[in-house]
């Protein structure tokens, strides 16, 4: 199996979240563990919305992907962001680096180990959802407890020296202001603008993105320094050090009002918050609450930041294989972002992100990964089976 042809008819199949139908692109990846002999069951849900794990399911180490991916407009690309072009070494397309690269990368490790005549010591899972909320996919998993907690690398794009061993927290929220309608020329003598009130909310969020929050635990901190470091060193991000330990904020959507010359009666907010090591969501919510007294305050998906510890084996052995593959010392990294590692991790699994990609491509237009990107991982991936396979005859 070529890791880049495998990417590239990933990539072609469209599987966009919203709406989420991933019944082509699982069934693509069906065909891909029969022919490897790997049996597997799919999951069925609502809306197209499957997944594929394996028939049976082991719980020593899992490769995790998601086959979903975010909308792309065809504006702005260079060319059809389902072309899964192959060219100048790269593969072109929406989800080539999230992460339809990865999950090619575990079939052609998959494809490798089976080769040389070795087993495949781990559980396969490709889920629906992973963009949006998880509902359907690893969170359903979970929860219906078709996975085992057991070591777990997810296949996301991650700097090649670094594995991501831990999250910030997430927070989503949804504000309805209400106002007191009156005509416009009046106001701000008379009348209450629902628009003013979510306004006046903003500037709480940047007050509250003025904190700087420290982890309890040193180990935690020296990894968000270190990881701080590594951050503006290769990717130029020079204010890692306050993204990773400040809160976040971003007002994602805001609607309001009914006509120019009318005082606005209602104004919708939602806002996607993003919490450090450090930072208590049920304390966030509370001081959320008390400033916006005057608006209904609706709650989505909530977590606290992540962390799985650096001296585990899964941690160390992954870092042993990234030195051996790229011949230079690999280092841990906690990120800026959330993923399904978070639900993993509350149900007992230790878990790194590692992965295929072009961190600058990620969401982007013309996103891509190169070829030798893919190759690597497969390599790394190749290596982790094959030291959890000793262990297994050990």
Not at 2 to 25: F, H, M, Q, Y
Request: overall charge negative; some cysteine; proline content about 5%.
């Amino acid at each position: 199996m070529k890791v880049a042809r495998l990417c590239s008819d990933l990539v072609k199949i469209n599987s966009e979240n919203p709406p989420g139908d991933t019944r082509d692109v699982i069934s693509y990846l069906r065909e891909c563990t029969d022919s490897l002999g790997l049996r597997t069951r799919l999951v069925r849900n609502r809306g197209g919305k499957y997944n594929l794990l394996s028939k049976e399911i082991a719980g020593d180490l899992l490769f995790l992907g998601h086959v979903d991916v975010v909308p792309a407009l065809a504006e702005g690309w260079d060319r059809d962001p389902n072309s899964g072009a192959i060219t100048g070494g790269r593969v072109y397309g929406r989800g080539a680096t999230d992460m339809k690269g990865g999950c090619a990368a575990i079939l052609a490790a998959c494809g490798e180990v089976l080769a040389a005549g070795g087993k495949i010591p781990a559980d396969l899972a490709f889920v629906c959802d992973e963009e949006t909320s998880g509902t359907l996919g690893i969170r359903s998993l979970l929860a219906r407890r078709l996975l085992l907690p057991c070591d777990c690398i997810i296949a996301e794009p991650t700097l090649p020296l670094s594995p991501n061993i831990g999250q910030k927290g997430l927070m989503r929220v949804r504000l309805t202001f209400s106002g007191e309608a009156g005509h416009g020329s009046l106001y701000p003598v008379q009348g209450k603008s629902a628009v003013m009130e979510a306004f006046s909310f903003l500037g709480f969020l940047q007050e509250l993105h003025g904190r700087t929050y420290e982890p309890s635990d040193p180990e935690i901190a020296e990894i968000i320094r270190e990881s701080a470091a590594i951050l503006r060193e290769v990717l130029g991000m020079e204010e890692a050090g306050v993204v990773l330990s400040h809160i976040m904020f971003n007002p994602g959507r805001i609607e309001g009002g009914e006509k120019a010359n009318i005082v606005a009666q209602r104004c919708v907010a939602e806002i996607d918050l993003r919490l450090p090591w450090g930072a208590d969501p049920d304390l966030i919510l509370e001081e959320i609450r008390l400033n916006a007294r005057q608006a209904k305050v609706e709650v989505g998906n909530v977590s606290g930041p992540t962390f799985s510890a650096p001296d585990s084996r899964l941690v160390t052995r992954i870092l042993e294989e990234i030195g051996k593959v790229h011949k230079k010392t690999a280092r841990p990294i906690v990120q800026w972002a959330a993923s399904d590692a978070r639900y993993l991790r509350k149900e007992g699994f230790p878990v790194v992100e590692y992965g295929p990609g072009e961190i600058h491509t990620l969401h982007a237009v013309n996103e891509y990964t190169t070829v030798s990107s893919l190759e690597n991982a497969v390599k790394v991936y190749r290596g982790m089976m094959e030291q959890y396979a000793l262990d297994e005859r050990n």
